[in-house]
């Protein structure tokens, strides 16, 4: 039998007390230290995170979250089925880290025919978890502490804090609206920059820009002039364009969604970021993609290879016979690139009129699913609380969902905080949604007004 010859390691560890006479292995004992590392300060809040549970709890009509509620293509969902249940048992296994074989080459070839340049599959596509990691890939790439980066507003939310994590300092500039002259109701495309403002937030420290277009919220596409301008500023200035085009098949009215790497001087400094999510209405699949030339995505894979390593094989391998497809019926009536626009042009049309018929403002979208009305005329309802220190739309859009059913997204989320009181008249609507659920929304807005004109 073994003989003790002195305390157990544990029974000194329980026994032994600090200077204060706290046992440092009480069960309690709990970590004094700060524990969150000093990049997340601020950055907890998230309006997807508090306004999709307020839909859950409280909406029978959700037009807040951008997500379509009628079905992906079947030719997509047949394609993941075969994938998931056919003969290649290796789809169930990892695949290559920067991107499915099949899935790259085809994009290769896609986005090659659409700049009109070779691509590399290898080297000028990487495939991501949805284009929400492609973003955070390209900041924490390229952006270093005291980096400043331009960020045009209203902006899709997640920008700023992605720049804030990777130790840079984001500079916002604000697309001005101006009311059209002959009454008609506003145009996304009445929403500008101002090119002497846009020029002066260019400096030294200026890595890089975020370039959102189609816009999310407004639904902007930004016209070749534009596209000009900001080129013109990225090239003198030897500034970084990181250029969202996850809407990039969803534009209306013939309007050319116009791909800013092919402007001159642009293709060497620009990632682009797409989305199958947008692109083929599912976007639970979380397959995103970068495309640019191998001096950039050479980093983007670093970060890439040391985070995430690569998303589901079988969602890869179903996106790449999806854009097999469209690549063979490139501009024809059949393809989903073609049909999908039309299809979401109806249901904008037909929001746009529920909207008006009820005095709720729709700014006209160019493109995207989203459409943002004013809600001015609604704010009697609402009374102004002057001592919260919460955006005006907030509190309007959480009194919609709780009393009317109905949820929204308060335009003043996709500002800063120093702007988001300029622009808290406005509520951003996702129109991605059967005709019935569209039906149901009108019917809801339409009640509303009667309320309003009875009371
Ligand atoms: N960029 C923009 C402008 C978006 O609106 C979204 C999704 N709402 C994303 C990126 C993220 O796309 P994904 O779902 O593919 O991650």
């Not at 390593?309 to 690139?337: I, M, N, W």
């Not at 996709?414 to 019917?443: G, Q, V």
Request: charge should be neutral; charged fraction near 25%; include cysteine.
């Amino acid at each position: 039998m073994l003989r003790r010859v002195g305390p157990t390691l544990s029974h000194f560890l329980l026994e032994r007390k600090n200077s204060t006479g706290y046992s440092l292995c009480s069960r309690e004992a709990k970590m004094s230290r700060p524990v969150q590392a000093q990049r997340l300060e601020g950055l907890d809040k998230n309006i997807w995170v508090e306004f999709v549970k307020l839909a859950a709890t409280y909406s029978k009509v959700n037009l807040g979250q951008g997500f379509p509620d009628f079905p992906a293509p079947e030719f997509l969902t047949e394609a993941f089925v075969g994938a998931l249940s056919g003969k290649n048992h290796m789809l169930h296994q990892y695949t290559r880290a920067f991107g499915h074989p099949p899935l790259v080459k085809v994009l290769a070839q896609f986005f090659g025919k659409l700049l009109g340049r070779d691509l590399d599959p290898m080297t000028n596509v990487m495939v991501t978890v949805g284009a929400y990691q492609a973003l955070f890939c390209c900041f924490q790439a390229f952006v270093d502490e005291g980096d400043e980066v331009i960020i045009i507003e209203p902006f899709f939310d997640c920008y700023e804090p992605m720049v804030k994590m990777a130790g840079g300092t984001p500079v916002f500039v604000s697309l001005r609206p101006k009311a059209p002259k002959d009454g008609k109701l506003m145009s996304s495309a009445d929403w500008q920059l101002d090119p002497a403002e846009l020029a002066s937030k260019f400096s030294e420290r200026t890595k890089a820009i975020v370039l959102n277009s189609p816009n999310n919220p407004l639904g902007k596409v930004f016209s070749r002039g534009e596209l000009e301008l900001i080129a013109e500023l990225c090239v003198k200035h030897d500034v970084l364009c990181f250029s969202d085009e996850v809407y990039e098949w969803l534009v209306y009215d013939g309007k050319e969604h116009i791909r800013i790497a092919s402007l001159q001087g642009m293709w060497d400094r620009t990632v682009m970021i797409g989305s199958a999510g947008k692109t083929f209405s599912a976007t639970g699949w979380k397959v995103g993609w970068t495309v640019g030339p191998d001096r950039l995505m050479q980093h983007v894979r670093t970060v890439h290879q040391n985070s995430v390593y690569h998303c589901a094989t079988v969602a890869q391998e179903a996106v790449s016979q999806g854009f097999q497809r469209e690549l063979s019926l490139f501009g024809k009536p059949d393809s989903y690139f073609v049909q999908l626009p039309k299809m979401l042009q109806q249901k904008r049309d037909q929001l746009v009129q529920s909207l008006d018929a009820v005095g709720m403002k729709p700014i006209i979208p160019e493109g995207t699913y989203f459409l943002v009305a004013d809600i001015s005329k609604f704010k009697s309802d609402v009374p102004d609380d002057p001592k919260s220190d919460e955006p005006y739309d907030y509190r309007f859009a959480k009194w919609m969902v709780k009393n009317k059913g109905l949820a929204a997204i308060p335009l003043s989320a996709f500002y800063s905080e120093a702007h988001k009181n300029n622009y808290n008249n406005y509520l951003r609507f996702c129109f991605a949604k059967e005709d019935a659920t569209l039906k149901a929304a009108s019917d809801i807005l339409q009640k509303w007004k009667q309320e309003k004109i009875s009371s």
